[in-house]
Structures are given as C-alpha cells and as structure tokens.
C-alpha cells in the first residue's frame, strides 16, 4: 500500500497519529485496514474490488477527487468509521487500497 497516498486520502490530522511511531507505515496500514473492515460491515457488497473500482473511476485526477470528497460532504453522503467520519469516497479508496494491498499478499485472504 502507498503510505503517501494513503495518508494524502485520510488527511493530516489522521496523519499526525502517526509521527513519533517506531513503524508509523505499519501503524498506518493496521488502521486503515480498521477502518476498511469497519466500512465492510455496513457495506458488505463492497467488499470487492470490481465493486469498488466501479464506484471510483480510477482515472479520476487528484483535483477530481478532491472535488468527489467535497461534494460528499456537502451532501451529507458520509461514513462513520470507528470515530472518524469520513466522505463515502474517502472511505471507498481506503477500502479499495486495502482489497488491492490484500490481493497483492497471497497469504491474506481477506483484512481483519
């Protein structure tokens, strides 16, 4: 997982909690894996990568995204995950950057 697009996703103040760790790439993943399990739990069709990839045109540019995330929270389209409450389109790429990590280790079949 790209710990940099990651924490550009959640933001800095999520990001803080991370400075001063011994290994704030693995804290950084172990949350987000967190908070992917938590979306999963309200939204179990998601829990798949076409499913996810459908709701986020992955051509999308950074401004595009940032344009998605703040539609969301103007239309109150938001997600409570664990104590954060985050745009439907922040939380999907989390979820889809933790299925894609998941993929790409053969010995996980899911996140927990």
């Known amino acids: 997982m790209a710990p940099l697009l990651l924490a550009a996703i959640i933001g800095l103040p999520f990001a803080l909690r991370y400075l001063g760790r011994r290994d704030p790439e693995e804290a950084l993943k172990a949350d987000a894996a967190a ?57 999907r790429l989390i979820a889809l950057l933790v299925l894609s990590d998941a993929a790409q280790s053969p010995d996980l079949s899911h996140t927990s």
């Open 35 to 91: 908070l992917a399990e938590e979306y999963f739990r309200l939204y179990p069709r998601e829990r798949d990568l076409n499913v996810l990839a459908a709701s986020l045109p992955l051509d999308l540019v950074d401004a595009e995204i940032v344009e998605r995330v703040m539609k969301d929270y103007e239309s109150g389209d938001l997600v409570r995950l664990k104590e954060w409450y985050l745009s439907r389109t922040e939380a």
